[in-house]
């Protein structure tokens, strides 16, 4: 199992990020959150195997259909035991 924290840049917020980051990654069998930060970016943290993150990751660089994502950063993260994906409020 693999732990990641991603933060996506762009226009990623107004443009149905959290509802489509919690679809792929449940559709994955990726357990975590995704919520808008105050400062216009998207982060996400996700657990699961190693070839569903990849999935994740590489499908992030795009997103939703009107999302324009100019960069995603990933930084390992430890598994804060979240039990399936959520959307969360913006911090």
Excluded: K
């Excluded at 917020?13 to 990726?30: C, D, K, S």
């Excluded at 992030?60 to 999302?67: F, I, V, Y």
């Amino acid at each position: 199992m693999r732990s990641v924290r991603l933060t996506i840049s762009g226009r990623v917020q107004g443009v149905g990020y959290r509802i489509w980051a919690e679809r792929q990654a449940t559709a994955l069998g990726i357990r975590g959150w995704v919520r808008n930060r105050a400062d216009g970016n998207v982060e996400l943290r996700a657990t699961g195997d190693d070839h569903a993150i990849a999935a994740l990751i590489e499908a992030c660089r795009t997103g939703p259909r009107h999302a324009e994502v100019s960069a995603v950063t990933v930084a390992d993260a430890e598994d804060d035991g979240s039990t399936a994906f959520s959307a969360r409020p913006t911090v």
